[in-house]
């Protein structure tokens, strides 16, 4: 099943993917498309008519600090949905699942014990959003924390640009509030 590979490439892709990791240098030439305190762009790559920029927060100098409290976003933009979609590796004909989507990196993907898909998209202003909730494992196999997933994208004729970050559940209205800050 679609999910079963999604999630496959999902962690292949989380804990060894080079592609977003390289440093802001001569790869981009554009400003960042996010403006957003505690968030620095730390990779920008040009692929083919499209761009796609990773955005971290500082690690917490908490001696309890862990994976999940680091903000990873990834947004990808160009002048066409369909290329931008093709370059990051994003089927556009359907956006079912997010851990799908080669733009996340899922924190602690090897300790994942179940990815449970949202039935329903949204929409969120010209916003359509695809989100998943992962579970990870505790002791006995209990359940364990849960994050979700999501993948934003809006396009219009001028300009496509999806958005992917794995956050806290209770944190999706800051990912909200970072669709709206997408800068124009």
């Not at 960042?32 to 920029?53: D, F």
């Not at 949204?122 to 979700?148: H, L």
Request: charged letters at 25%; one cysteine or more; hydrophobic letters at 35%.
């Amino acid at each position: 099943m679609w999910l079963k590979c999604a999630l496959a490439l999902a962690l292949i892709l989380g804990t060894g993917h080079t592609a977003f990791t390289r440093e802001v240098g001569s790869e981009c030439s554009t400003p960042p498309l996010v403006a957003i305190n505690g968030l620095k762009r730390t990779g920008c790559q040009n692929l083919g008519s499209g761009t796609v920029e990773r955005y971290l927060s500082d690690k917490s100098l908490s001696p309890y600090a862990s994976e999940f409290d680091q903000r990873d976003l990834t947004v990808a933009r160009g002048k066409d949905l369909k290329a931008v979609m093709t370059a990051v590796g994003i089927d556009s004909r359907s956006i079912t699942s997010s851990t799908g989507s080669p733009l996340l990196h899922l924190p602690m993907a090897d300790k994942v014990s179940r990815v449970g898909l949202n039935k329903r998209n949204f929409r969120y202003r010209s916003w359509n959003v695809s989100t998943e909730r992962i579970e990870y494992g505790a002791q006995g196999g209990a359940p364990g924390f849960q994050i979700t997933c999501a993948v934003a994208v809006r396009s219009s004729k001028e300009r496509a640009v999806v958005f992917a970050e794995c956050f806290p559940l209770e944190e999706k209205d800051r990912f909200i509030r970072t669709l709206d800050s997408a800068l124009h």
